[in-house]
């Protein structure tokens, strides 16, 4: 579906604009597919209407099958924007949705799908992206790991390990790899959390990691702002992805996921997508080392 360019003429209730708890109990196996959700989640796939704001830009996103990703993808090919995708190869038939809606703008879209926890992949990851679309001027690296664990005693070593791997190691070699090539006028963002600020009990591995990306953020802006490099970050609050319902969540958080926001409902990727498309335009040219908050009235920053 083409999107208009009509502006919205009425006002919305953020608070039954979408779903809200109570929901159904659901769980998928890791890394769950948007598809198979109950409500699906919503990433502006009919909504997103799009301004030139990236036109002829070329972006890398990771986990932009779905979630977050996905609602930054559908966005930036209709501001303009070439876009490739990566994401866990069984996460394919998210992924299939996701290129066609990328390529009905009449925008490139390349799917490279592998494991982001091998360095070696996150390499030929950018150089395939580099290859495929010409460059690259835009990174976003979004995708995450986040398995609840009622206690530290209950989180192996490995798992600690592919949290690791997934949230902070995979953003350095994907940074590492595609530095060299980007321009000034390029946009670095990443998907950080409100875990950064106030990590729950649940999420003592995940929450370091989103602490850590906030941080990175804050330190490469400082590193590259001489080259003309932006680097920031969004932190969400409870948004309704697969992550939630694939590990991230207990079935007991999850029937009552977003109730504790000042608007009583988890967000939706769709809501995110203009804030990706923000850090990344020209005309967000003085965020630099910023962190967007996205959390419906909790969190911070
Ligand atoms: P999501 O499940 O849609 O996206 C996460 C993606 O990460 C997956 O689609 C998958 O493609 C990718 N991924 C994970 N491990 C991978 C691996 N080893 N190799 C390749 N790809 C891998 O969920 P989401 O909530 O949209 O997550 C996007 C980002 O948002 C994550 O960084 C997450 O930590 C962050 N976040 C989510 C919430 C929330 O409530 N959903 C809140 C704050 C932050
Ligand atoms: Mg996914």
């Known amino acids: ?25 659901q769980s998928q196996g890791w890394p769950g597919l948007a598809g198979k959700m109950n409500p699906k989640p919503d990433h502006g796939e009919k909504s997103y209407k799009g301004s030139g704001r990236l036109i002829g830009r070329k972006a890398l996103i990771t986990g932009g099958d779905s979630g977050m ?3 930054a993808a559908i966005a930036y090919a209709r501001e303009g924007a070439d876009v490739a ?6 996460e394919e038939p998210d992924a299939k949705e996701v290129i066609a809606l990328i390529a009905a703008e009449g925008r490139k879209a390349i799917a490279i799908p ?4 091998e360095e ?6 950018v150089n395939e992206a580099l ?50 090539h980007l321009q000034r006028g390029s946009a670095i963002i990443a998907t950080t959390s409100e875990q950064a600020y106030d990590p729950s009990p649940d999420l003592y591995d995940y929450a370091q990691t989103k602490a850590a990306t906030m941080s990175y953020v ?5 590193q590259l702002g001489s080259k003309g490099i932006r680097v920031n970050g969004v932190a969400p609050g409870p948004i309704w992805t697969p992550l939630q319902v694939s590990g991230g969540a207990s079935q007991e958080k999850l029937k009552k996921f977003g109730e504790k926001t000042p608007l009583g409902r988890p967000g939706q990727p769709a809501e995110l997508a203009s804030i990706y498309v923000q850090l990344a335009a020209n005309d967000g040219s003085f965020a630099t080392g910023q962190i967007y908050g996205a959390a419906g009235g909790s969190g911070q920053p």
């Open 120 to 125: 070696a992949f996150c390499k030929s990851l």
């Open 131 to 180: 290859q495929a679309l010409g460059g690259l001027d835009i990174i976003v690296n979004n995708a995450g790991r986040q398995q609840a664990s009622d206690s530290i005693l209950d989180i192996s070593a490995e798992e600690f390990d592919a949290t690791m791997k997934t949230n902070i190691y995979a953003p350095f070699w994907i940074l590492k790899a595609a530095l060299p």
């Open 1 to 25: 579906m083409k999107p208009t360019t009509q502006a919205n003429t009425h006002l919305e209730d953020p608070r039954s604009k979408f779903p809200k708890p109570p929901f159904e109990g």
């Open 69 to 71: 990703g996905r609602a």
């Open 218 to 222: 804050k330190s490469l802006a400082k």
């Open 85 to 90: 995708i990566n994401y866990y190869p069984t």
């Open 114 to 117: 592998g494991d982001l926890r």
